[in-house]
Every structure is written in structure tokens, then in C-alpha cells.
């Protein structure tokens, strides 16, 4: 008997047990590592944020998923991976033994070096912080608490949480301006990965919206309160979001395993470890060497289905299938109200239907994992 223990559920391995439950492996013993029962569908969270949808909308129920793959489903959390000893480590010092492994556990913000940023700011990532902090902002809003918001990064994510987060205040409180909302950015445009017709379209957005765009603006420290950039500006909140790019888990540097120069497992274009054939990775916590991309959800659910043959084929001792990443995937955004951008290299187009079409193919993948 072998065992294949998969670390994290994220987008990736959600569709690796999907695709062990339709077609099982004998002889194969599977365990997933989560410590959480409920993993988010990233697509929806600005949608969850802004209140177009409820918990259960969003949420992929982990639990169900493993029962389905005939996997066992330990709910708590990796502290350590040996890839040496084939060896994962629990929160609870419990260890599970493996023959091969999988990595899938996402990503945090990139606050290093920057004074009072985890003290005092929240990160977009890991989600299940985000949403109970922000429930916590949602009653201050309501009680007239909460008047000033500010996030750090003019990338998609950055953007999508701003707007959302506005929306949503506005709502609860009757009032479309009843919080004054910043965006901090040390690049010289929002949306900065995006194309020329996606940047005008937010800034226009941006500007409808009463934001105050702060750009050029590296910040270099944060205390409660208040935002500071190199060039001197403040920015006042009472509330702050750190939505600026991925970092690697500290999880990774002490494994072992061959990394990228940002400290990301190092994997080639099979998703298999540069340096320790047996372990795999994938999402954000993994670049693959030679065709990196962006830390994006788009990205790690299209690699599910690689990732899924080459576990079976590694189990069976079989030859591994190459697999690079598109270089341009349509990015859908949303705006905090039921209105998105389509957004693909140089072409860009907004509407309200983009944002029916996205939450179609939103619905379409949540619904996938539901009813198994």
C-alpha cells in the first residue's frame, strides 16, 4: 500500500481528489492536510466581501470532497515537511509518513520589512483571517465606526477588495460615501499586469467611486491609524487591508526543497520538485521554473488536471506529462457592485453582464465539488 498525502486545499488538490474519487487508485491510501473544513473559492470572495453571496456559496466543503476520493481528511495544520525522510509534521506533533507528497498551501502577504505591517494590517491571504476581521469592521460600520479605509496594492486583488469592501459598507449603512477609501500603491498604475484598456477602465471606476489613488507611493511603515510611504505620504484609516502580492509560508524555506529566488518550491514542468522527485507542488506556493506566472486562482485550477495524471502516474512508476501554463488567461473583475471587466492581454471590456457571466462560471465550478 502506498500513500500519497496532499498538504493544503487549495484550488489544486480539491480537483486532484475530484479526479481520485471518479477514478480510484488501487492499492493507493490518500490523506488530505487542511486546517480548515471550508476552503474558499477565490473567484467569489469579492462577491462574499461585497454581500452578493453567502458563506455556503463560496465555501468548498473539504470534508465532502475526501469522503468522495475515499480519502481520510485531517483537519489541522502543516508545521513541517521532510522531504528527505518522506515526512510531514502536524500542529499536534503527529507525523504521517508518506511515499509521495503534494504541496498546495497557498501564500501570505509580503510584509517583511515593513514595521507594524502584520500588527496593524490585514492580509487578503490567508482568507479565514480576512473574513472574520472584516465581519468585525462590518459591525463598526454599522455602529458609524468606521469612516476611513485603506488598502495597500493597485493590483486585481488590491482593487476587487477595495471596491467590494465600499459597496458593502455602503449598503449596510444606507450611505454609497460613508466610508472614504484610499488605494496605496508603489507602482505608477493600478492594475499594473493588466493592459492599457483595463487600467482606464478602473481609473475610471476608481474615480466614480470617491477613491483617493495613491500612486507611486511605497509605503514603508504602518501604524495603527495610519499608512506611511517613502515620500511622505499619510494616509489615516481605520481600517487597513495589505493586499500586495504572495509571499512564500516560512514552511517552505525550512523543508529542503529546492526554491525559486522568492522562496517558492521550485518545481518543473510536471509540478514535481526540482530537487525531490517524489514531492509535487502547485497554487501559489510553487513556481515552475522556466514558465513562471502570476500567484493568481486562475492559474492553480488549471493546473488540477496535470497535477491529478502525474500523481497517478508517479505512484505507478510511470513517465510523468509535461504541462506549461497559458502566458494570458482572461481575468474577470469585479467592480464591488454587480458590474466586472473582462480583462485579456490588450483587450478589456466592462459591463453588468461580465458580472452575470462571471457569476456563472463561478456558480458552474462551486457547483462542481457540491454535488458529488
Known amino acids: ?33 487542511s486546517p480548515n473544513r471550508f476552503t474558499p473559492y477565490s473567484g467569489m470572495l469579492p462577491g462574499l ?43 499536534d506533533g503527529a507525523t504521517v509518513a508518506f511515499d509521495v507528497a503534494s504541496l498546495d498551501v497557498g501564500s501570505r502577504p509580503p510584509t517583511d520589512g515593513i514595521p507594524g505591517a502584520e500588527e496593524h494590517a490585514i492580509g487578503v491571504k490567508p482568507v479565514e ?19 476611513r479605509l ?18 458593502r459598507v455602503g449598503r449596510e449603512t444606507g450611505r454609497a460615501d460613508a466610508v472614504e477609501c484610499h488605494l496605496v500603491t508603489d ?6 499586469d493588466h493592459g492599457a484598456r483595463a487600467q482606464a477602465i478602473f481609473r475610471r471606476v476608481l474615480a466614480e467611486r470617491g477613491v483617493e489613488l495613491h500612486l507611486a507611493s511605497r509605503v514603508v511603515r504602518v501604524e495603527a491609524g495610519a499608512v506611511h510611504a517613502a515620500n511622505g505620504l499619510v494616509v489615516r484609516a481605520d481600517a487597513i487591508v495589505w493586499a500586495t502580492g504572495a509571499a512564500p509560508l516560512p514552511l517552505l524555506r525550512a523543508s529542503g526543497l529546492a526554491l525559486d529566488a522568492a522562496g517558492f518550491v521550485a518545481v518543473n514542468d510536471r509540478l ?17 521554473v522556466g514558465h513562471p506566472r502570476p500567484k493568481s486562482g486562475v492559474y492553480a485550477v488549471r493546473e488540477g488536471p496535470p497535477l491529478a495524471a502525474n500523481l497517478r502516474a508517479a505512484l505507478a512508476g510511470r513517465p510523468l506529462v509535461g504541462y506549461v501554463p497559458q502566458k494570458h488567461v482572461l481575468a474577470l473583475i469585479s467592480t464591488g457592485n454587480r458590474y466586472a471587466v473582462a480583462s485579456r492581454g490588450r483587450f478589456a471590456v466592462a459591463g453588468a453582464w461580465v458580472w452575470w457571466w462571471k457569476d456563472w462560471i463561478d456558480r458552474r465550478f462551486v457547483r462542481r465539488y457540491a454535488t458529488l
Do not use: N
Request: aromatic share 8%.
Open 129 to 147: 483571517p480576512f473574513l472574520r476581521v472584516w465581519d468585525r469592521w462590518l459591525e463598526r460600520a454599522r455602529a458609524g465606526a468606521l469612516a
Open 150 to 167: 485603506a488598502v495597500v496594492g493597485g493590483g486585481a486583488a488590491g482593487v476587487e477588495a477595495l471596491l467590494s469592501m465600499r459597496h
Open 49 to 91: 466581501v461585497a454581500g452578493h453571496y453567502g458563506f455556503d456559496a463560496v465555501h468548498l466543503d473539504l470534508e465532502r470532497v475526501t469522503h468522495f476520493a475515499g480519502a481520510e481528511f485531517r483537519q489541522t495544520l502543516v508545521t513541517g515537511f521532510d522531504p528527505r525522510r518522506r515526512v510531514v509534521t502536524l500542529a
Open 272 to 288: 514535481q520538485s526540482t530537487s525531490h522527485g517524489h514531492v509535487f507542488a502547485a497554487g501559489d506556493c510553487a513556481t515552475i
Open 187 to 192: 507602482d505608477d498604475r493600478v492594475l499594473p
Open 1 to 33: 500500500m502506498k500513500r500519497l498525502v496532499l498538504c493544503g486545499g487549495g484550488h489544486t488538490h480539491v480537483e486532484v481528489l475530484r479526479r481520485f474519487g471518479l477514478r480510484p487508485v488501487p492499492g493507493v491510501e490518500l490523506v488530505l492536510v
